[in-house]
């Protein structure tokens, strides 16, 4: 069976998105974290990427790694371009960038997929699909990468979540130079 390999930043302070009006982009992990990405950091997502052969993905990721990483070239670039893409959307009707819309129960579909023969399945970002993907146990490996930065306001790590208490085993750790430390959690 394959994993499923969930990647997260996350700020010091729990921040993981701005999905408010009020916090502006600060709170985007694409601008608190840059100042962070460095040859460790790009080693790392590399690993994760190569390590698997498909990305299952909510709208908002989707749409903002559809836009960055479909005009790149480059070995990492086809790679990310190159991977069959699942998403789970409630509002898209149609998808681009080698992807395919999630039809049905996500928990279900997910479950499918992770039976199927493979490397992992990775999923990059956390949101309201992480609710649904947790409350059923289909999350094999969590990777949190917390950055030594507190942004203030935002979207929190699993805020609203809905899901009974979830005790996870620490597995490993990975510290980089830059100051970012990658706790890497299983099911307990």
């Not at 990405?37 to 997502?45: F, I, L, P």
């Not at 559809?66 to 898209?92: C, H, I, Q």
């Amino acid at each position: 069976m394959r994993k499923l390999v969930e990647s997260t930043f996350v700020s010091l302070d729990g921040i993981i998105d701005d999905t408010r009006p009020s916090t502006a982009s600060r709170a985007e992990p694409q601008h608190w974290g840059q100042p962070y990405w460095d040859e460790e950091h790009g080693n790392y997502s590399g690993n994760l990427v190569y390590s698997a052969d498909a990305l299952l993905l909510g709208r908002v990721t989707y749409e903002g790694f559809a836009e960055a990483w479909s005009a790149r070239d480059g070995e990492f670039a086809d790679r990310m371009n190159g991977m069959p893409k699942y998403v789970a959307s409630r509002t898209l009707t149609e998808t681009t960038w080698n992807a395919n819309l999630i039809q049905g129960d996500v928990a279900e579909e997910v479950a499918k997929l992770k039976e199927q023969p493979g490397e992992n399945i990775l999923k990059w970002g956390t949101g309201e699909l992480d609710r649904t993907l947790v409350e059923h146990g289909l999350v094999d490996e969590f990777h949190f990468w917390y950055f030594p930065v507190v942004v203030g306001a935002g979207k929190h790590l699993f805020e609203d979540a809905g899901f009974d208490t979830t005790h996870l085993k620490l597995a490993d750790v990975n510290q980089f130079g830059s100051g970012i430390v990658v706790h890497i959690y299983v099911p307990k």
